[in-house]
């Protein structure tokens, strides 16, 4: 190695350590180190390592790792996997009793939220050597759907959630009127027939409708009606007697039953009265002895309520925790406006790359344990509502790829490249700098090849750019049509920009969808939310699987969509 070429190595070594900047003397001591004859030339080497320390320092970061790589790929360290961050201890949890639940509503599909709150309750669970409830919320049979309880339990599968138990609130009906006729009979609730808009406006004032004051046998008489069909919908519903005066509305006297025409999913239409979600998740809290309930701020205000209902049949209250209701920044999670995006013709379906959905994380090349890192750092036990940026979450998925993604030469806007006396041949290169675990890959070449028109933007001619891996050639005629160039000695250095290529002949049409965020601010939507971008990859390309997740060199992590038409999906830089 040419003593140059030995600063060099040691000063991008040197900078990458610390963000960027290489330090002289340190630079020195390494070369000093690998060659102690150099001991005694220090004066002489001084210049010369300042020049290359203060070049490498102009330089970006991926610039000194591109040029690393070649250089002395031993020297790239790629940072391992993420450490598992321990959680803050859960108050009254003992050991081996601990019971949570995952409590999805399948009315929609999974998202982030869901998965958050999934890996939440389920990691306390595993520390205490508790037990998990997967326990669908779908007492509203005009909401649920079948494919949205297969949403969920794929999605906790994606994450590596296991539950030790599964259920259907609508499975427990029954079980529900039994514990309203008590509360009806203790003389807690009421069947009330007051319109909608008239039980809005006396809750609202804090006054009691002319309902509340019927005597026992009276509800009960009515309750048995709502059954027998003498009550259509929306005409008689039961209400708990809470607290008309209480800050806290949902005490308001609420609705706990109600009439539905409208067949349920999996029950059918067996049933047409049914609970209200606080009653039915109160009772199946109970039901399930979940000793701890994790959810975000906006459930607070429910907590009353459903330890309310809890002690009136004698059932124990668990205990809340709840964290910061959490946003994505651009991105909206909320079903009403995915849907308008969707009806609007700017996506196509759910598990598009730029919906929070859990499958469109999945297309787009997030990764589960970056999820699961994201949760357990991020989440925050308090009150405030937080935006988070996507950024975070793409480095700590970044951390994972780095190390196992292979890579492969992609020039995105291709623009012909001729070089002059470069004879044809053969290079074999690795698919990783550094994990020769993903093995040497092959590519041959003839004078002629494809680089990226954003290389060519800032050629000059009699430039001399690299051809990463094989060969320096100098610019004669740097049109943004096609480049003309010369075969030049020499191998990577400093002042040389090296960029991919691909073989004119031998290369493959891709294409790649880069997914943005889908509103600008508030809720603008973003006209660039979905660019594509065309371009030829190596050939090697083909061996790529659906679903693998590789790299494209200075353009991004990208999952392959679809082998058949060559889709990729850029996952982030
Ligand atoms: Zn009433």
């Known amino acids: 190695m040419k003593i140059e070429e030995l600063i060099l190595k040691w000063a991008l070594k040197n900078a990458l350590d610390h963000e960027g900047r290489a330090y002289q003397n340190a630079v020195l001591s390494k070369i000093i180190r690998e060659d102690p004859s150099l001991k005694t030339r220090i004066k002489e080497l001084l210049p010369t390592v300042e020049e290359i320390v203060n070049q490498v320092n102009s330089m970006s970061i991926d610039k000194q790792k591109n040029l690393l790589e070649e250089l002395a790929p031993e020297l790239l360290v790629y940072e391992k996997k993420i450490e598992e961050k321990k959680l803050p201890p859960l108050p009254d949890a003992v050991r081996g009793r601990v019971v949570t639940r995952l409590p999805p509503e399948p009315s929609g599909y999974m998202h982030i939220g869901h998965a958050m709150s999934g890996l939440l309750n389920y990691a306390y669970a595993r520390m205490y050597d508790g037990k998990v409830w997967l326990r669908f919320e779908d007492t509203d049979p005009r909401k649920v759907k079948l494919e949205y309880y297969e949403s969920f339990r794929k999605g906790y599968k994606w994450l590596k959630i296991e539950w030790d138990y599964e259920k259907n609130n609508s499975e427990d009906i029954e079980l529900f009127y039994d514990y309203a006729e008590k509360i009806i009979e203790l003389g807690r609730a009421y069947v ?12 609202r004032k804090g006054l009691e409708c002319e309902h509340r004051s019927q005597d026992i046998d009276e509800n009960l008489k009515y309750w048995k009606m709502m059954h027998d069909g003498r009550f259509r919908e929306g005409e008689a519903i039961v209400r708990l007697i809470g607290d008309m005066k209480s800050q806290n509305t949902t005490m308001r006297d609420p609705a706990i039953f109600r009439i539905v025409e409208h067949s349920h999913p999996i029950v059918g239409a067996r049933y047409h009265v049914w609970p209200l979600y606080d009653f039915a998740a109160s009772i199946e809290d109970g ?12 459930f607070a205000l429910r907590d009353e309520l459903q330890n309310y209902i809890r ?11 709840e964290y910061s209701r959490f946003e994505f920044k651009g991105t909206p ?5 995915l849907r308008a995006i969707i009806e609007a013709g700017l996506a196509e379906r759910w598990d598009d790359p730029r919906f929070p959905t859990i499958e469109g994380l999945r297309r787009r090349g997030i990764l589960p344990e970056a999820v699961k890192e994201f949760t357990l750092t991020q989440t925050g036990f308090s009150y405030a509502k937080r935006e988070y940026d996507w950024s975070l979450l793409y480095s700590l998925n970044r951390k994972i790829l780095d190390p196992i993604a292979r890579r492969f030469f992609f020039t995105p806007s291709p623009v012909k490249l001729k070089v002059e006396e470069l004879e044809p041949g053969e290079i074999t290169i690795p698919y990783h700098p550094t994990n020769s675990s993903l093995g040497m890959r092959k590519i041959c070449y003839t004078d002629e090849f494809y680089i990226s028109s954003l ?5 000059k001619d ?8 094989l060969a320096n050639v100098k610019i004669v005629n740097a049109s943004k049509y096609e480049v003309i160039g010369v075969r030049s000695g020499g191998g990577p250095a400093q002042n040389i920009p090296i960029i991919q290529w691909v073989p004119l002949h031998r290369s493959l049409k891709v294409k790649v969808l880069v997914p943005d965020i889908l509103y600008l601010d508030g809720e603008k939507v973003n006209p660039e939310s979905l660019r594509i971008i065309e371009g030829y990859a190596e050939e090697n390309i083909v ?14 992590f990208c999952r392959c969509d679809s082998t058949i038409d060559r889709i990729f999906i850029k996952t982030h830089d």
């Open 192 to 203: 009330c027939f007051c319109p909608h808009e008239k039980i809005k406006s006396l809750r």
């Open 287 to 298: 039901v399930c002895n979940i000793t701890h309930i994790l959810r975000t701020s906006e």
């Open 311 to 321: 002690d009136l049949v004698g059932m124990s209250n668990p205990t809340y925790i």
């Open 333 to 337: 999670v909320s079903k009403r406006k």
């Open 455 to 459: 290389d060519v933007e800032n050629m």
């Open 462 to 469: 009699r430039d001399i750019i690299r051809l990463k891996y």
């Open 543 to 556: 061996e790529v699987k659906v679903d693998e997740i590789v790299q494209f060199e200075r353009f991004g």
